[in-house]
């Protein structure tokens, strides 16, 4: 017989017994669960969150400037949860997911509910469904198209959500649905509804409108806030009531938030630089349903990176807005066919800030589609400026060096200038302002075309020659195609001590410079442009602080295209006009339809950084003695027959080209009319003829009217000048040597 003693330690050990048993029992259970939901896991895996082709090119500030849709249509920019409102996360939890941070992907206690009232009404009434089933409805294809209350496909979401919780953390969870979630029409995630329908950034949401947002996703046909307001208005309102009785906001919050009007305008695409956007996802490789592991969605969420891409530009959204709206304002007034393009950079970052690739990308009249801005062209005159800084650097020539723009050929090769007229002896200076063809030909030739085209292509200028040819004295008229880009970022040397850049549309881009000029040829070459480039002139600011413009005009062989590219200390801006299929414009020149454009976009930049204008140690200001080029100081005052001052580089003061100038010839003088005269014809005579002469010159001289070349005689021989018009003429002889005279006289009483 047992002793209560020996009964007590027995029943200890079979309870001891049962408790183990329970355990290992619960162990196996657990181990054969986990087992279980492994196996699942591999065999259904969870489908890419955002592997459906969607991509939205933003600004530099997250401004959305091109939307490309998914497979499905539907347009989503993916944000993180510290993308957005705090207000948007308080609303968003506190209604639909209050546990949201402790559950592992379903709210036992709300899905117990449901069941319960599934079992007492025989239909399901409340779906229990937490944010992490919401997302798993949001991605899997299986249970878009099933009824969210049927018990097979709620079974579904809760396996899914698991599944989510296991592979993703709870702010990854949270960014697909801020990502994912219906805002009603093809409008899916926060970000692109509080662009779409609110017009501002999901950063930027109020009280009312976080609640708007939040109540959204439960009926988003319904609740469009563009075709119901008052149906949306009320399910804000049940929002912002639930906050108040949860006690997140305070009565009088609440009440300010239901102030706030409910209105948005018509859905509809509204794209900004879409020619940029378009060139984004191409060189970024992004296609419409990219399937790449490496595509960008955000650097803290390396497993939630594929697909719809936002794909960041440096683009300004706010400058690009007004430069399109002026292209737009002026299309009107273009012939038909015509386009216009627009690229403007910050010098410092080499940042594109506005890029309007063509005039109106609504028009496919005007071949809206081809992006003028990486369009290969011909330049026209836009390349002159760097020629004049290279024979700066090589020491040929100062700012007031002798230049001869008269008729001259060059093997064969006879250039004339755009206003079919000559000047006849002119300084760099006004060579370079006046964009005279002769004087720039000449110095091409003496630089080298080769030279040239080489310099040019190490500020990120490639001269597109015809198929076999070689560089040639037509470059510096246009004989070799560029790009308004590469034009732009060689400007950008002027304001930059010499140094050329390449423009920048990815802000992931490096910063890329090169040296193209010296910074004391930029400095006398962006001076010459500005102001004329006499160092003897008074300051005159032409423009607001920093936006002085030196800038230069082009127009290619036959009026096919129109161009002005200007640098201020903190912009380049480059224009061009014409017809992207190449045929004529006549009449389009730079600068009449280009230029005007151009200081429109300039006086629309902002300042920008104040920036010191300081002339650097390599540029000095020289007298010299024109027009032999030389200092006063080698001839002595007494011999020169004019004094100039002129800037000089690296204290190199050349003398004019061989032939050029003669200081041991008499000075050429031009006899037969005297300067101001007024000559009246003979009474009953339509016409005036007259004789003059050239005297003090040898061989061949050139006459001149009004920079027209009337004809070509011996030194030593009279030319007779006829003329049947009354008004005032200018009439210049020239020699071989560049030596001229000219005086000016009028005509009157000539009967018409």
Same mark, same amino acid.
Request: proline content about 8%; aromatic content about 6%.
């Given at each position: 017989?047992?002793?209560?003693?020996?009964?007590?330690?027995?029943?200890?050990?079979?309870?001891?017994?049962?408790?183990?048993?329970?355990? =290992?029992?619960?162990?196996?259970?657990?181990?054969?669960?986990?087992?279980?939901?492994?196996?699942?896991?591999?065999?259904?895996?969870?489908?890419?969150?955002?592997?459906?082709?969607?991509?939205?090119?933003?600004?530099?500030?997250?401004?959305?400037?091109?939307?490309?849709?998914?497979?499905?249509?539907?347009?989503?920019?993916?944000?993180?949860?510290?993308?957005?409102?705090?207000?948007?996360?308080?609303?968003?939890?506190?209604?639909?997911?209050?546990?949201?941070?402790?559950?592992?992907?379903?709210?036992?206690?709300?899905?117990?509910?449901?069941?319960?009232?599934?079992?007492?009404?025989?239909?399901?009434?409340?779906?229990?469904?937490?944010?992490?089933?919401?997302?798993?409805?949001?991605?899997?294809?299986?249970?878009?198209?099933?009824?969210?209350?049927?018990?097979?496909?709620?079974?579904?979401?809760?396996?899914?959500?698991?599944?989510?919780?296991?592979?993703?953390?709870?702010?990854?969870?949270?960014?697909?649905?801020?990502?994912?979630?219906?805002?009603?029409?093809?409008?899916?995630?926060?970000?692109?509804?509080?662009?779409?329908?609110?017009?501002?950034?999901?950063?930027?949401?109020?009280?009312?409108?976080?609640?708007?947002?939040?109540?959204?996703?439960?009926?988003?046909?319904?609740?469009?806030?563009?075709?119901?307001?008052?149906?949306?208005?009320?399910?804000?309102?049940?929002?912002?009531?639930?906050?108040?009785?949860?006690?997140?906001? =305070?009565?009088?919050?609440?009440?300010?938030?239901?102030?706030?009007?409910?209105?948005?305008?018509?859905?509809?695409?509204?794209?900004?630089?879409?020619?940029?956007?378009?060139?984004?996802?191409?060189?970024?490789?992004?296609?419409?349903?990219?399937?790449?592991?490496?595509? =960008?969605?955000?650097?803290?969420?390396?497993?939630?990176?594929?697909?719809?891409?936002?794909? +960041?530009?440096?683009?300004?959204?706010?400058?690009?807005?007004?430069?399109?709206?002026?292209?737009?304002?002026?299309?009107?007034?273009?012939?038909?066919?015509?386009?216009?393009?627009?690229?403007?950079?910050?010098?410092?970052?080499?940042?594109?800030?506005?890029?309007?690739?063509?005039?109106?990308?609504?028009?496919?009249?005007?071949?809206?589609?081809?992006?003028?801005?990486?369009?290969?062209?011909?330049?026209?005159?836009?390349?002159?400026?760097?020629?004049?800084?290279?024979?700066?650097?090589?020491?040929?020539?100062?700012?007031?060096?002798?230049?001869?723009?008269?008729?001259?050929?060059?093997?064969?090769?006879?250039?004339?200038?755009?206003?079919?007229?000559?000047?006849?002896?002119?300084?760099?200076?006004?060579?370079?302002?006046?964009?005279?063809?002769?004087?720039?030909?000449?110095?091409?030739?003496?630089?080298?075309?080769?030279?040239?085209?080489?310099?040019?292509?190490?500020?990120?200028?490639?001269?597109?020659?015809?198929?076999?040819?070689?560089?040639?004295?037509?470059?510096?008229?246009?004989?070799?195609?560029?790009?308004?880009?590469?034009?732009?970022?060689?400007?950008?040397?002027?304001?930059?001590?010499?140094?050329?850049?390449?423009?920048?549309?990815?802000?992931?881009?490096?910063?890329?410079?090169?040296?193209?000029?010296?910074?004391?040829?930029?400095?006398?070459?962006?001076?010459?442009?500005?102001?004329?480039?006499?160092?003897?002139?008074?300051?005159?600011?032409?423009?607001?602080?920093?936006?002085?413009?030196?800038?230069?005009?082009?127009?290619?062989?036959?009026?096919?295209?129109?161009?002005?590219?200007?640098?201020?200390?903190?912009?380049?801006?480059?224009?061009?006009?014409?017809?992207?299929?190449? =045929?004529?414009?006549?009449?389009?020149?730079?600068?009449?339809?280009?230029?005007?454009?151009?200081?429109?976009?300039?006086?629309?930049?902002?300042?920008?950084?104040?920036?010191?204008?300081?002339?650097?140690?390599?540029?000095?200001? +020289?007298?010299?003695?024109?027009?032999?080029?030389?200092?006063?100081?080698?001839?002595?005052?007494?011999?020169?027959?004019?004094?100039?001052?002129?800037?000089?580089?690296?204290?190199?003061?050349?003398?004019?080209?061989?032939?050029?100038?003669?200081?041991?010839?008499?000075?050429?003088?031009?006899?037969?009319?005297?300067?101001?005269?007024?000559?009246?014809?003979?009474?009953?005579?339509?016409?005036?003829?007259?004789?003059?002469?050239?005297?003090?010159?040898?061989?061949?001289?050139?006459?001149?009217?009004?920079?027209?070349?009337?004809?070509?005689?011996?030194?030593?021989?009279?030319?007779?000048?006829?003329?049947?018009?009354?008004?005032?003429?200018?009439?210049?002889?020239?020699?071989?040597?560049?030596?001229?005279?000219?005086?000016?006289?009028?005509?009157?009483?000539?009967?018409?």
């Amino acid at each position: 017989m047992r002793t209560a003693g020996e009964a007590a330690p027995r029943g200890h050990r079979r309870a001891a017994r049962t408790l183990v048993r329970a355990a =290992t029992v619960a162990a196996a259970l657990t181990i054969l669960a986990c087992a279980a939901v492994l196996a699942l896991d591999r065999a259904y895996p969870l489908p890419q969150a955002y592997a459906d082709g969607a991509v939205v090119v933003t600004a530099v500030d997250g401004t959305p400037l091109r939307n490309y849709p998914s497979r499905d249509g539907i347009w989503r920019y993916p944000v993180q949860a510290s993308d957005v409102s705090p207000l948007y996360l308080q609303t968003l939890l506190a209604y639909e997911d209050r546990w949201f941070r402790w559950h592992p992907g379903i709210n036992p206690v709300a899905m117990a509910r449901a069941a319960a009232q599934w079992l007492m009404s025989g239909h399901i009434v409340s779906g229990g469904s937490t944010l992490t089933m919401q997302v798993a409805r949001l991605i899997d294809p299986a249970l878009a198209g099933r009824p969210s209350h049927s018990v097979g496909a709620k079974m579904r979401q809760v396996l899914r959500a698991v599944q989510l919780e296991l592979h993703y953390s709870k702010d990854e969870i949270l960014a697909m649905y801020l990502s994912r979630a219906p805002m009603g029409g093809i409008v899916e995630g926060t970000e692109m509804a509080a662009r779409l329908w609110l017009g501002k950034s999901a950063r930027d949401l109020s009280a009312g409108e976080s609640a708007l947002l939040t109540a959204l996703p439960q009926s988003p046909s319904l609740l469009r806030p563009d075709r119901n307001p008052g149906l949306a208005r009320a399910a804000r309102d049940k929002v912002l009531d639930r906050m108040a009785a949860l006690d997140r906001w =305070t009565a009088a919050q609440v009440a300010d938030a239901k102030m706030e009007p409910v209105m948005a305008p018509p859905l509809r695409a509204h794209w900004l630089a879409p020619l940029a956007a378009q060139r984004l996802v191409r060189e970024m490789g992004a296609p419409r349903a990219p399937a790449c592991a490496e595509c =960008t969605f955000a650097p803290s969420t390396p497993r939630v990176r594929p697909g719809p891409q936002v794909i +960041a530009s440096t683009i300004d959204a706010e400058l690009q807005a007004r430069v399109e709206q002026m292209l737009i304002d002026r299309v009107d007034v273009l012939p038909p066919k015509v386009s216009m393009a627009v690229l403007v950079m910050d010098n410092d970052s080499l940042a594109i800030r506005a890029y309007a690739g063509s005039a109106d990308y609504t028009d496919n009249t005007r071949y809206a589609h081809v992006d003028m801005v990486t369009a290969v062209r011909s330049p026209g005159s836009t390349l002159k400026p760097f020629l004049y800084g290279i024979a700066l650097d090589d020491g040929l020539i100062h700012s007031e060096s002798l230049l001869l723009d008269v008729p001259m050929s060059f093997s064969g090769y006879a250039p004339g200038n755009f206003q079919a007229a000559f000047s006849g002896p002119v300084s760099v200076a006004q060579a370079l302002q006046r964009s005279l063809n002769v004087p720039a030909v000449d110095l091409l030739d003496r630089v080298g075309p080769a030279h040239f085209a080489s310099v040019m292509l190490s500020g990120g200028v490639r001269l597109r020659m015809p198929a076999g040819a070689a560089p040639n004295l037509t470059l510096i008229l246009g004989g070799g195609g560029t790009t308004l880009e590469e034009l732009v970022g060689a400007y950008r040397a002027l304001a930059r001590d010499g140094l050329a850049g390449l423009p920048r549309l990815d802000p992931r881009q490096p910063l890329r410079e090169s040296r193209m000029l010296s910074a004391g040829a930029a400095w006398i070459v962006r001076d010459i442009l500005e102001g004329g480039g006499h160092p003897d002139r008074p300051f005159h600011q032409t423009g607001a602080p920093g936006k002085d413009l030196a800038w230069k005009t082009g127009t290619s062989f036959g009026f096919r295209d129109a161009w002005a590219v200007g640098v201020t200390n903190n912009w380049t801006i480059g224009v061009w006009v014409g017809r992207p299929d190449g =045929t004529p414009n006549p009449g389009f020149f730079g600068a009449n339809v280009a230029a005007p454009l151009l200081r429109d976009v300039v006086s629309a930049l902002p300042d920008g950084a104040p920036r010191a204008r300081i002339r650097p140690a390599s540029v000095q200001a +020289a007298v010299i003695c024109w027009p032999l080029g030389v200092r006063v100081q080698a001839m002595g005052a007494k011999m020169c027959p004019e004094q100039r001052l002129a800037w000089a580089l690296n204290n190199t003061v050349p003398p004019s080209f061989t032939g050029y100038a003669d200081p041991g010839r008499a000075p050429l003088r031009l006899a037969g009319v005297a300067q101001g005269s007024v000559l009246r014809p003979v009474p009953g005579r339509r016409l005036i003829a007259f004789d003059v002469t050239a005297t003090g010159a040898e061989g061949e001289v050139w006459w001149m009217l009004d920079g027209r070349v009337l004809g070509q005689a011996r030194a030593d021989h009279p030319f007779t000048v006829s003329l049947g018009r009354d008004g005032r003429y200018t009439l210049t002889v020239m020699d071989s040597r560049g030596r001229y005279d000219r005086i000016e006289f009028e005509i009157a009483g000539v009967t018409p």
